[in-house]
């Protein structure tokens, strides 16, 4: 039994030693303490895509929020955070530390956003080389929109009594426009398209995709990136994809 137990002996004493070459480091504990908040602009509109430098003291970190919301685990103590975004001046605030504390964070756009609330005629224009199914008649629409701002964010409420009725939310860089006529989702049946037309009992035309515009005094004008489609019931009779046109002109 002895002679048994002595080559486990030196085994043992073999990795002991091997151990000091790789050993196995605890990971350091969680500090406990964070920084957390939203990053907005004036009035309060959040800004989503800022990135964050937060420092303590020992070390900084890069954040690059999801949203608008950031978080992050920090030393007890002055924590400075730098916040940057294209379109925005920078802005460095401190904030001391102890627990969680919630700092939000405002920053100012270069260019404030045009004035653009109102009641507009908003009209569509398919792009023909691309609608060969889709009927002349239909590939120009004006519809009813009205907007209301607050800073850079827009909602626009779909109120063409042709229409179901559905609002989305765009946003202003300086002059320039930005929104999406959303799909609904088709599979699962779930919700509505932005701009969905009933022409008769059986006809519906949806018109999806972003647009991108700018601003002027008189109204908008830009262009639609998406898909029109002509439906009979559920089935598609005519349809067409491309680059189309878009503006908005004051009702």
């Known amino acids: 039994m002895r002679n048994r137990l002595v080559p486990l002996f030196a085994f043992a004493a073999l990795m002991s030693a091997c151990g000091d070459d790789n050993p196995v480091r605890p990971t350091a504990p969680p500090s406990g303490h964070f920084v957390s908040g939203i990053v907005t602009e004036p009035v309060g509109v959040a800004v989503m895509g800022a990135s964050l430098r937060v420092t303590d003291s020992e070390k900084a970190q890069m954040i690059t929020p999801a949203n608008a919301e950031y978080r992050a685990s920090v030393r007890e103590g002055p924590v400075t955070i730098e916040v940057t975004r294209q379109g925005y001046h920078p802005k460095t605030v401190s904030v001391e530390v102890h627990g969680s504390v919630r700092h939000d964070i405002e920053i100012e756009p ?38 209301k701002q607050a800073g850079a964010a ?58 991108r515009g700018e601003v002027s ?35």
Not at 113 to 137: E, I, K
Not at 154 to 162: F, G, K, V
Not at 168 to 184: E, H, I, K, T
Not at 236 to 243: K, Y
């Open 110 to 147: 270069l260019t404030a956003a045009a004035a653009f609330a109102g009641s507009y005629w908003m009209t569509l224009s398919a792009d023909p080389p691309s609608c060969g199914t889709l009927p002349a008649a239909l590939r120009t629409r004006r519809y009813a929109v009205d907007v």
């Open 217 to 251: 005094p008189s109204g908008a004008a830009g262009q639609l990136t998406g898909t029109w489609t002509l439906l009979e019931n559920v089935t598609v009779t005519g349809a067409c994809e491309g680059v189309h046109g878009v503006r908005f002109d004051r009702r």
């Open 154 to 211: 827009l909602i626009l409420q779909m109120s063409d009594p042709r229409l179901t009725g559905e609002r989305v939310a765009g946003r202003l860089d300086g002059n320039a426009l930005s929104f999406q006529l959303w799909s609904p989702d088709w599979y699962y049946g779930m919700g509505a398209p932005t701009v969905e037309e009933k022409l008769d009992d059986t006809r519906r035309l949806v018109i999806v995709g972003g647009v």
